[in-house]
């Protein structure tokens, strides 16, 4: 981390890391509707299920992702975009 610091490249490393966290958030996301903070962080490679949470709040802050986060029972559900053209029906 000194040598990139040095170098003027830590900057652009980090933002780089958060980059692909927030591109792995989304495939998460849209590949289950509910996971647990554990397998978010083992899936992101992230040290713990407490960052984790900490990442996947401040996407949902951000606007990353649509979910909310379960923090008694560790899970982030995510919420599902409804398509109201999906359908021929009318609307009630």
Same mark, same amino acid.
Do not use: C, N, W
């Given at each position: 981390?000194?040598?990139?610091?040095?170098?003027?490249?830590? %900057? +652009? @490393?980090?933002?780089?890391?958060?980059?692909?966290?927030?591109?792995?958030?989304?495939? +998460?996301?849209?590949?289950?509707?509910?996971?647990?903070?554990?397998?978010?962080?083992?899936? +992101?490679?992230?040290? #713990?299920? %407490?960052?984790?949470?900490?990442?996947?709040?401040?996407?949902?802050?951000?606007?990353? @992702? &649509?979910? %909310? @986060? &379960?923090?008694?029972?560790? *899970?982030?559900?995510?919420? &599902? +975009?409804? &398509?109201? *053209?999906?359908?021929?029906?009318? #609307?009630?």
């Amino acid at each position: 981390a000194e040598r990139f610091k040095v170098e003027g490249m830590y %900057t +652009l @490393i980090s933002r780089l890391a958060h980059s692909v966290v927030k591109a792995g958030l989304r495939k +998460l996301k849209s590949s289950y509707s509910r996971i647990s903070l554990v397998d978010v962080a083992v899936r +992101l490679g992230l040290p #713990s299920a %407490t960052s984790a949470e900490f990442v996947v709040a401040k996407a949902v802050r951000d606007g990353v @992702i &649509d979910a %909310t @986060i &379960d923090h008694e029972e560790g *899970y982030v559900q995510s919420h &599902d +975009l409804v &398509d109201v *053209y999906a359908t021929v029906e009318p #609307s009630e």
